[in-house]
């Protein structure tokens, strides 16, 4: 009995300290959920496309869809720099009570109104038809083997602040899969265009 006592006062303490997580297992899997939906949703309309399909332009100021995807795969290598620096930094839950809701992040990503893409995230170009399609999927693999695997607390965690305020790393993986989904309706336009160059049937 003496020895039960002691155990516990000298556990107790310790429990104590221990932080709620204020990323559960349910923003765990609604993150996967979305990252996967989003992946496979851009896998469907991009990988039986043919070369004039990948390269065609609505108009000269426009992207392609191959640039679209390029760029698609540029914000994943910034994503995964954000959420690195953000889980780096000390954690701050108390700014989860004036910081804006994840309803804020999720519908400013899903706008109407265009974006202006920052130069660092414009598409080169250079990279050809498909091989767009392998470079996201290779990053966008690095981050749900990252998001299954981590134990960090992502609502606790918060990155660079901006004219909206300090976002947690939740929200980062909202914006995240939301920017597919943005650019998804883009790639669907696209496809819509008069000039869209139709697949040609094969001759075997």
Same mark, same amino acid.
């Given at each position: 009995m003496k020895q039960i006592?002691?155990?516990?006062l000298i556990t107790s303490p310790l429990l104590a300290q221990t932080p709620t997580k204020l990323w559960t297992e349910t923003d765990r899997q609604y993150t996967l959920d979305n990252l996967r939906r989003t992946r496979d949703e851009l896998t469907r309309e991009t990988e039986n496309l043919t070369p004039a399909q990948w390269a065609f332009h609505e108009s000269p100021d426009r992207w392609s869809i191959g640039e679209v995807v390029e760029h698609l795969a540029l914000w994943e290598i910034i994503w995964a720099r954000e959420v690195n620096e953000g889980?780096? %930094?000390k954690p701050q839950p108390d700014l989860n009570q004036t910081?804006?809701?994840d309803s804020f992040y999720a519908e400013w990503i899903m706008e109407p109104a265009p974006h202006q893409s920052p130069d660092y995230s414009r598409p080169t170009g250079f990279i050809e038809g498909k %091989? %767009?399609?392998a470079f996201f999927l290779k990053l966008r693999a690095q981050t749900i083997g990252f998001v299954e695997?981590?134990?960090a607390d992502m609502r606790a965690h918060f990155g660079r602040? %901006?004219?909206n305020g300090p976002r947690n790393m939740h929200q980062v993986y909202i914006f995240q899969w939301g920017h597919v989904d943005r650019h998804l309706?883009?790639?669907?336009?696209i496809k819509q265009h008069p000039d869209y160059p139709q697949a040609?049937?094969?001759t075997k």
């Open positions: 006592l002691f155990f516990l889980i780096s %930094n910081s804006k809701p %091989n %767009n399609l695997k981590t134990t602040t %901006n004219g309706r883009q790639i669907r336009k040609t049937l094969s």
